[in-house]
């Protein structure tokens, strides 16, 4: 039974996790082998120095506690797949989604992703949700103790979220994620349109919606025929000058 399962989802398995409250990545990391240290570090955010099967992960104390237990579950990600090296891994490698899928950090991530938002776990409580915003995705990243963008990004990676997450800085757009179900001709365009409520909240003052608003799909893909569709989006803030929007295309999108 836990030979198809990915390896934090068998860490999970081990632990006889099943609650999202349950996921202790201290403890978890405890039971990997690995000791956690909170510490200013002014070199990198988190590192992990390892000799046998035992490990130290530091971790800049001076972070978020979201942002702590990503650092610390993504250490053990290297701790997995990159055991024997030492590894300081700096405030842009951890959860830096606009690095190559194949990049070590974004295995790490994966790692992450998997052991702080199991799909076993975030399944039923998707399924309960009937209308995504971004206050449905703050709720679940209450309950398993996530970021807004790691939760959302883990829920459309997942297709239980059938939508886009679209991050822009001044310059263009960083990344992107689709849910698999978004047909793939929806792909973003790089800069952000003047149409789109994101676009007032990245060059100007204006706040973050209270829900999710109506708009042209052209707002966002140049297809010929988007013009046609509508969306719903609703943009939030994140340090360094960038924005994310949570995309969700109108229904005849999918056809
Ligand atoms: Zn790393």
């Known amino acids: 039974m836990s030979g198809g399962l990915r390896p934090a989802e068998r860490v999970l398995a081990n632990l006889g996790i099943t609650e999202p409250r349950e996921i202790d990545?201290?403890?978890?990391?405890?039971?990997?082998?690995?000791?956690?240290k909170f510490r200013e570090l002014d070199?990198?955010?988190?590192?992990?120095?390892?000799?046998?099967?035992?490990?130290?992960?530091?971790?800049?104390?001076?972070?978020?506690?979201?942002?702590?237990k990503f650092s610390i579950a993504h250490e053990l990600g290297h701790w997995t797949f990159h055991r024997g090296q030492c590894l300081a891994c700096s405030s842009d490698e951890i959860g830096n989604r606009a690095s190559r899928t194949t990049d070590p950090e974004r295995v790490a991530d994966g790692f992450a992703g998997d052991l702080l938002l199991p799909a076993y776990l975030l399944r039923p409580m998707s399924q309960q949700v009937q209308r995504w915003s971004l206050a449905r995705i703050r709720e679940?990243?209450?309950?398993?103790?996530?970021?807004?963008?790691?939760?959302?990004?883990r829920l459309i990676e997942l297709d239980m979220l059938p939508?886009?997450?679209?991050?822009?800085?001044?310059?263009?757009?960083?990344?992107?994620?689709a849910a698999p179900s978004v047909p793939s001709r929806w792909f973003p365009q790089h800069d952000m349109d003047h149409d789109s409520q994101a676009f007032d909240m990245?060059?100007?003052?204006?706040?973050?919606?209270?829900?999710?608003?109506?708009?042209?799909?052209?707002?966002?893909?140049?297809?010929?025929?988007a013009g046609q569709y509508q969306l719903q989006e609703q943009t939030y803030k994140v340090p360094n000058g960038e924005v994310i929007t949570l995309v969700l295309p109108g229904r005849k999108m999918f056809d």
Not at 25 to 36: D, F, P, S
Not at 43 to 68: F, M, Q, Y
């Open 202 to 225: 990245l060059f100007g003052s204006a706040p973050e919606l209270a829900a999710p608003s109506l708009v042209d799909a052209d707002a966002w893909f140049d297809q010929s025929d």
């Open 163 to 177: 939508g886009l997450l679209v991050c822009h800085n001044k310059r263009g757009r960083r990344w992107f994620k």
């Open 25 to 36: 990545v201290e403890a978890i990391a405890w039971h990997l082998g690995a000791k956690v």
């Open 43 to 68: 070199t990198c955010e988190a590192r992990i120095l390892g000799h046998g099967n035992r490990a130290i992960i530091c971790v800049d104390s001076r972070k978020r506690p979201e942002r702590r």
């Open 140 to 153: 679940v990243a209450i309950e398993f103790g996530t970021s807004v963008t790691a939760t959302a990004y």
